[in-house]
Protein backbone atom coordinates (compact mmCIF):
# COMPACT_ATOMS: atom_id res chain seq x y z
CA UNK A 1 0.00 0.00 0.00
CA UNK A 2 1.52 3.59 -1.04
CA UNK A 3 2.22 6.05 1.74
CA UNK A 4 3.74 9.42 1.86
CA UNK A 5 5.96 11.15 4.81
CA UNK A 6 6.59 14.23 4.72
CA UNK A 7 9.71 16.04 6.52
CA UNK A 8 11.31 19.23 7.12
CA UNK A 9 11.78 21.52 9.83
CA UNK A 10 8.81 22.90 12.22
CA UNK A 11 9.88 26.19 12.60
CA UNK A 12 10.81 28.50 10.08
CA UNK A 13 11.69 32.35 10.86
CA UNK A 14 9.42 35.17 9.10
CA UNK A 15 10.68 36.03 5.55
CA UNK A 16 12.97 32.70 5.17
CA UNK A 17 12.08 29.71 2.68
CA UNK A 18 10.07 26.51 3.75
CA UNK A 19 11.18 23.62 2.28
CA UNK A 20 9.61 20.48 2.80
CA UNK A 21 10.49 16.72 1.52
CA UNK A 22 7.62 14.13 0.76
CA UNK A 23 9.09 10.41 0.17
CA UNK A 24 7.07 7.79 -1.40
CA UNK A 25 6.81 4.14 -0.48
CA UNK A 26 5.30 0.63 -0.72
CA UNK A 27 4.89 2.12 -4.66
CA UNK A 28 6.33 3.90 -7.28
CA UNK A 29 6.50 7.94 -7.79
CA UNK A 30 7.45 6.88 -11.53
CA UNK A 31 3.73 6.58 -13.62
CA UNK A 32 1.80 9.41 -15.43
CA UNK A 33 -1.39 8.69 -14.09
CA UNK A 34 -1.03 10.56 -10.64
CA UNK A 35 -0.09 13.92 -9.57
CA UNK A 36 1.76 14.22 -6.79
CA UNK A 37 0.97 17.62 -4.80
CA UNK A 38 0.87 19.59 -1.32
CA UNK A 39 -1.93 20.77 0.28
CA UNK A 40 -1.92 22.84 3.37
CA UNK A 41 -4.53 23.86 6.10
CA UNK A 42 -3.69 26.83 8.55
CA UNK A 43 -5.34 25.90 12.58
CA UNK A 44 -8.94 25.87 12.76
CA UNK A 45 -9.50 26.70 9.17
CA UNK A 46 -9.81 24.80 5.38
CA UNK A 47 -7.88 22.84 3.03
CA UNK A 48 -5.99 25.01 0.26
CA UNK A 49 -4.29 23.27 -2.53
CA UNK A 50 -0.63 24.70 -3.00
CA UNK A 51 0.37 22.88 -5.99
CA UNK A 52 1.33 19.98 -8.14
CA UNK A 53 4.27 18.18 -9.81
CA UNK A 54 3.96 14.70 -12.77
CA UNK A 55 6.60 12.29 -12.56
CA UNK A 56 8.31 13.94 -14.97
CA UNK A 57 8.59 17.27 -13.66
CA UNK A 58 5.62 19.57 -15.17
CA UNK A 59 4.39 21.34 -12.17
CA UNK A 60 1.24 23.54 -11.92
CA UNK A 61 0.66 26.12 -8.86
CA UNK A 62 -2.27 27.85 -7.12
CA UNK A 63 -2.41 31.04 -8.89
CA UNK A 64 -1.98 32.87 -5.10
CA UNK A 65 0.76 31.30 -4.32
CA UNK A 66 2.46 30.70 -7.51
CA UNK A 67 5.38 33.54 -7.15
CA UNK A 68 6.47 31.93 -3.94
CA UNK A 69 6.41 28.35 -4.66
CA UNK A 70 8.37 25.77 -6.20
CA UNK A 71 8.09 22.03 -6.20
CA UNK A 72 10.35 19.62 -7.79
CA UNK A 73 10.55 16.15 -7.89
CA UNK A 74 13.12 12.85 -7.89
CA UNK A 75 12.41 9.89 -9.15
CA UNK A 76 15.82 8.36 -7.78
CA UNK A 77 15.11 8.80 -4.71
CA UNK A 78 11.30 8.64 -5.16
CA UNK A 79 10.39 12.16 -3.45
CA UNK A 80 9.15 15.30 -4.28
CA UNK A 81 9.73 18.55 -2.35
CA UNK A 82 7.82 21.96 -1.57
CA UNK A 83 9.76 24.94 -1.35
CA UNK A 84 7.92 28.29 -0.17
CA UNK A 85 9.81 31.55 -0.26
CA UNK A 86 9.46 34.73 2.05
CA UNK A 87 6.76 33.04 4.61
CA UNK A 88 5.13 34.94 6.56
CA UNK A 89 2.67 33.62 9.77
CA UNK A 90 0.00 33.18 7.58
CA UNK A 91 2.28 30.11 5.98
CA UNK A 92 1.53 28.86 9.72
CA UNK A 93 0.03 25.30 8.99
CA UNK A 94 -0.16 21.20 8.58
CA UNK A 95 1.43 20.95 5.38
CA UNK A 96 0.62 17.49 3.77
CA UNK A 97 1.63 15.65 0.83
CA UNK A 98 -0.87 13.82 -1.91
CA UNK A 99 -1.55 11.61 -4.44
CA UNK A 100 -4.03 12.50 -6.98
CA UNK A 101 -4.72 10.02 -9.73
CA UNK A 102 -5.90 11.97 -13.21
CA UNK A 103 -9.89 12.54 -13.05
CA UNK A 104 -9.98 12.04 -9.54
CA UNK A 105 -9.93 13.61 -6.45
CA UNK A 106 -6.97 12.71 -3.53
CA UNK A 107 -6.57 9.42 -2.75
CA UNK A 108 -3.88 8.85 -0.56
CA UNK A 109 -2.58 11.71 2.04
CA UNK A 110 0.74 12.24 4.18
CA UNK A 111 -0.15 12.40 7.89
CA UNK A 112 0.80 15.74 7.77
CA UNK A 113 3.41 17.84 9.36
CA UNK A 114 2.93 21.18 11.14
CA UNK A 115 5.23 24.28 10.19
CA UNK A 116 5.17 27.21 12.17
CA UNK A 117 6.56 30.72 11.33
CA UNK A 118 7.59 32.45 13.81
CA UNK A 119 10.94 34.53 14.78
CA UNK B 1 -10.79 30.71 -10.34
CA UNK B 2 -13.86 28.21 -9.73
CA UNK B 3 -15.18 29.21 -6.08
CA UNK B 4 -16.90 26.59 -3.94
CA UNK B 5 -20.00 26.99 -1.15
CA UNK B 6 -20.98 24.58 1.63
CA UNK B 7 -23.59 24.59 3.63
CA UNK B 8 -24.81 24.65 6.58
CA UNK B 9 -20.97 25.55 7.98
CA UNK B 10 -22.12 23.48 11.42
CA UNK B 11 -24.70 20.70 11.40
CA UNK B 12 -25.55 19.36 14.82
CA UNK B 13 -27.07 15.73 14.67
CA UNK B 14 -27.98 12.76 16.70
CA UNK B 15 -27.16 9.12 15.86
CA UNK B 16 -29.23 7.80 13.45
CA UNK B 17 -30.52 10.77 11.86
CA UNK B 18 -30.22 11.28 8.35
CA UNK B 19 -28.12 14.36 7.07
CA UNK B 20 -27.45 16.39 4.22
CA UNK B 21 -25.02 18.58 3.04
CA UNK B 22 -25.00 20.88 -0.09
CA UNK B 23 -22.05 21.81 -2.20
CA UNK B 24 -22.52 24.80 -4.68
CA UNK B 25 -19.54 25.81 -7.63
CA UNK B 26 -19.49 29.22 -9.17
CA UNK B 27 -19.52 27.64 -12.23
CA UNK B 28 -20.47 24.04 -13.72
CA UNK B 29 -18.08 21.80 -13.08
CA UNK B 30 -19.57 18.93 -14.58
CA UNK B 31 -19.65 15.91 -12.42
CA UNK B 32 -16.26 17.05 -11.18
CA UNK B 33 -16.88 16.53 -7.40
CA UNK B 34 -15.35 14.80 -4.77
CA UNK B 35 -16.12 14.74 -1.04
CA UNK B 36 -13.71 14.13 1.99
CA UNK B 37 -14.32 13.29 5.64
CA UNK B 38 -11.56 14.71 8.49
CA UNK B 39 -11.43 14.26 11.86
CA UNK B 40 -9.48 16.27 14.27
CA UNK B 41 -5.45 15.49 13.97
CA UNK B 42 -5.60 13.68 10.85
CA UNK B 43 -5.85 13.97 7.26
CA UNK B 44 -8.62 14.15 5.61
CA UNK B 45 -9.97 10.46 3.62
CA UNK B 46 -11.91 10.92 0.63
CA UNK B 47 -15.83 9.18 0.44
CA UNK B 48 -16.85 9.94 -3.04
CA UNK B 49 -15.49 10.99 -6.21
CA UNK B 50 -17.17 11.78 -9.95
CA UNK B 51 -20.25 13.22 -7.51
CA UNK B 52 -21.70 10.11 -7.04
CA UNK B 53 -19.24 6.83 -7.20
CA UNK B 54 -18.52 5.74 -3.74
CA UNK B 55 -14.96 4.83 -2.95
CA UNK B 56 -13.91 1.06 -2.06
CA UNK B 57 -13.98 0.74 1.48
CA UNK B 58 -16.62 3.27 2.52
CA UNK B 59 -19.62 2.32 4.22
CA UNK B 60 -22.87 2.75 2.14
CA UNK B 61 -24.91 5.23 4.36
CA UNK B 62 -22.28 7.84 2.62
CA UNK B 63 -23.95 9.07 -1.20
CA UNK B 64 -23.62 11.63 -3.31
CA UNK B 65 -25.58 13.41 -5.90
CA UNK B 66 -25.71 16.47 -8.13
CA UNK B 67 -24.14 17.60 -11.20
CA UNK B 68 -23.25 21.13 -12.79
CA UNK B 69 -23.32 23.58 -9.93
CA UNK B 70 -25.42 22.21 -6.97
CA UNK B 71 -23.92 18.64 -4.86
CA UNK B 72 -25.25 17.02 -1.88
CA UNK B 73 -23.15 14.32 0.50
CA UNK B 74 -25.84 12.07 2.65
CA UNK B 75 -25.48 10.22 5.64
CA UNK B 76 -28.37 8.18 5.69
CA UNK B 77 -28.39 7.11 9.29
CA UNK B 78 -25.47 9.00 11.22
CA UNK B 79 -23.39 6.55 13.17
CA UNK B 80 -21.00 7.58 15.77
CA UNK B 81 -17.98 7.35 13.73
CA UNK B 82 -19.00 9.95 11.28
CA UNK B 83 -19.28 12.83 13.60
CA UNK B 84 -16.32 15.12 11.97
CA UNK B 85 -15.41 17.62 9.17
CA UNK B 86 -16.50 17.36 5.69
CA UNK B 87 -15.37 19.19 2.91
CA UNK B 88 -15.83 19.00 -1.28
CA UNK B 89 -13.86 19.55 -3.90
CA UNK B 90 -14.13 20.66 -7.62
CA UNK B 91 -11.17 19.13 -9.77
CA UNK B 92 -11.37 17.85 -13.24
CA UNK B 93 -9.43 15.45 -15.63
CA UNK B 94 -7.96 18.53 -17.76
CA UNK B 95 -7.09 20.64 -14.92
CA UNK B 96 -4.46 20.04 -12.46
CA UNK B 97 -5.79 22.32 -9.80
CA UNK B 98 -8.85 22.20 -7.63
CA UNK B 99 -10.22 24.03 -4.93
CA UNK B 100 -12.13 22.86 -1.39
CA UNK B 101 -15.11 24.00 -0.32
CA UNK B 102 -15.17 25.73 3.30
CA UNK B 103 -16.07 22.55 4.97
CA UNK B 104 -19.33 21.15 6.92
CA UNK B 105 -18.61 20.31 10.84
CA UNK B 106 -21.09 17.58 11.83
CA UNK B 107 -21.12 17.66 15.90
CA UNK B 108 -23.65 15.88 18.38
CA UNK B 109 -26.72 17.23 19.21
Known amino acids: QLQLQESGPGLVKPSETLSLTCTVSGGSISSGSYYWGWIRQPPGKGLEWIGSTSYSGNTYYNPSLKSRVTISVDTSKSQFSLRLSSVTAADTAVYYC???????????WGQGTTVTVSS | DIQMTQSPSTLSASVGDRVTITCRAS??????LAWYQQKPGKAPKVLIY???SLKSGVPSRFSGSGSGTEFTLTISSLQPDDFATYYC???????????FGPGTKVDIK
Open chain 2, 27 to 32: QSISSW
Open chain 2, 89 to 99: QQYSSYSVGFT
Open chain 1, 98 to 108: TRRPVGYGVDV
Open chain 2, 50 to 52: KAS
